[in-house]
């Protein structure tokens, strides 16, 4: 089992469409990272999170220690944001695990 | 913004021959760098922490004489494929985190490696 699963795995969109991907984990974390990786491969950090909720742009990330949980939600969704979402925890230390990712394609 | 710079972002090499990445923090000083391998269509896999002055720390399974990491100094640390195989291929990724216990992550643009 992973320690952090995400999903979904992959997801089509419209663009202007409300989008959310979750997060869940399984273990005790210092931080929750939220990453985007474009189709060239450069990673983007584009939150990172110990408790409640961040917002940047159209981006909000949010998370919740109690149920090891974070969703990461994309407002009026643009076909730029066509990217894989990356969830990855840090344990205290420098002990990174990462999620598989979650596909998003927006559709003009 | 800090900004991690990854070189080269593609090598194609002959099987048994070795490469080095290089990855450098360009305005910031970085004591602990990050190399990440990922394979077509998966996410990212942890191979090792690199500590400035230090031996690097690797995950299970990863081999530290073939995979060799050295962290010179604060803006540099560099991944070295030796005796590259073509099972060696792959995409890799280093990041780079400014001091504090709490600063988020900067990642490079990735090295895309081909062994033939």
């Known amino acids: 089992k992973n320690e952090v699963e995400q999903s979904p795995q992959n997801l089509t969109a419209q663009e202007g469409e409300f989008i959310t991907i979750n997060c869940s984990y399984s273990?005790?974390?210092?931080?929750l990272h939220w990453l985007q990786q474009h189709p060239g491969g450069g990673i983007v950090s584009l939150f990172m999170?110990?408790?409640g909720k961040k917002k940047h742009g159209r981006l909000i990330a949010t998370i919740n220690i109690q149920e090891k949980h974070s969703s990461l939600h994309i407002t009026a969704s643009h076909p730029r944001d066509s990217a894989v979402y990356i969830c990855?925890?840090?344990?205290?230390?420098?002990?990174?695990?990462f999620g598989t990712g979650t596909s998003l394609t927006v559709i003009p | 913004g800090a900004v991690v710079s990854q070189h080269p972002s593609r090598v194609i090499c002959k099987s048994g021959t070795s490469v080095k990445i290089e990855c450098r923090s360009l305005?910031?000083?970085?004591?602990?760098m990050f190399w990440y391998r990922q394979f077509p269509k998966q996410s990212l896999m942890l191979m090792a922490t690199s500590n400035e002055g230090s031996k690097a720390t690797y995950e299970q399974g990863v081999e530290k004489d073939k995979f060799l990491i050295n962290h010179a100094s604060l803006t540099l640390s560099t991944l070295t494929v030796t005796s590259a195989h073509p099972e060696d291929s792959s995409f890799y990724i280093c990041s780079a985190r400014l001091p504090g216990y709490d600063s988020p992550l900067h990642f490079g643009n990735g090295t895309r490696l081909t062994v033939t």
């Open positions: 305005d910031f000083q970085a004591t602990t």
């Open positions: 999170l110990s408790s």
């Open positions: 273990v005790g974390i210092s931080a």
């Open positions: 990855a925890v840090r344990r205290l230390g420098n002990q990174f695990y």
